[in-house]
Every structure is written in C-alpha cells, then in structure tokens.
C-alpha cells in the first residue's frame, strides 16, 4: 500500500512561484519513479511530469522551462517547483505512482491541491 499526500497549492498571481510537495509512505518510495498529474476544471486528466528513482526527469511541452520536478528520498517527499505561472497552469494537481505487483501494478493517487492563477 502507498499513501500519497499533496501539499503547497493556492492562489498565485501570473507571474509568480508555488512548490508543491507529495509526501509518500508505504512501499519503498526511494524505488519508485514519481509523477504529477494535473486537472483543469471540465478537462481530462494531464501528466506534467516525472521523475525516475535514479533522478531522470522528463516534463510535458507546456511546463517545460518554467517546472523543475525533484526528490528527496529521505524525507520520502517528491516537489514541483513552478516558476513564471500562467493562468492555464489552474487546475487541481496530482501526485501518482505505480507499483509492480505480482498480478500486474497498482497505480496510487494523492487527493490533489488546488492551484489557481489569477490577478
């Protein structure tokens, strides 16, 4: 079992920084390759970013240059440092990671954080 706990979200005018945090338990969270989702209002679901166990990060083309994803293994907790926010970054953000298991995986969700950038 993983149990995900984001944290950091708020209001933030454009231009401006957040850092979210996603603490882990459960599992062996040193092992496991970390994602961020995020959910705008009446949109799907869209991946942000991930970061592998050995620190390999990869972002999608409209956070790029502006995200830095990480993680501190001893603390269990994975961050999202946003930079040069935009109103198209609101949207509810969610960390997510999936574990092997012997029958396939199990993927795991944190509740999310609301993000919201307006003036």
């Known amino acids: 079992q993983v149990h995900l706990v984001e944290s950091g979200g708020g209001l933030v005018q454009p231009g401006g920084s957040l850092r979210l945090s996603c603490a882990a338990s459960?599992?062996?969270?040193?092992?496991?390759?970390m994602y961020w989702y995020r959910q705008a209002l009446g949109k799907r679901r869209e991946w942000v970013a991930t970061i592998t166990s050995d620190g390999g990060t990869n972002y999608a083309g409209s956070v790029k240059g502006r995200f830095t994803i990480s993680r501190d293994n001893a603390k269990n907790t994975v961050y999202l440092q946003m930079n040069s926010l935009k109103p198209e970054d609101t949207a509810v953000y969610y960390c997510?990671?999936?574990?092997?298991?012997?029958?396939?995986?199990?993927?795991?969700w944190g509740q999310g954080t609301q993000v919201t950038v307006s003036s």
């Open positions: 997510n990671t999936v574990v092997p298991t012997t029958l396939g995986s199990d993927n795991y």
């Open positions: 459960g599992s062996i969270f040193s092992r496991n390759t």
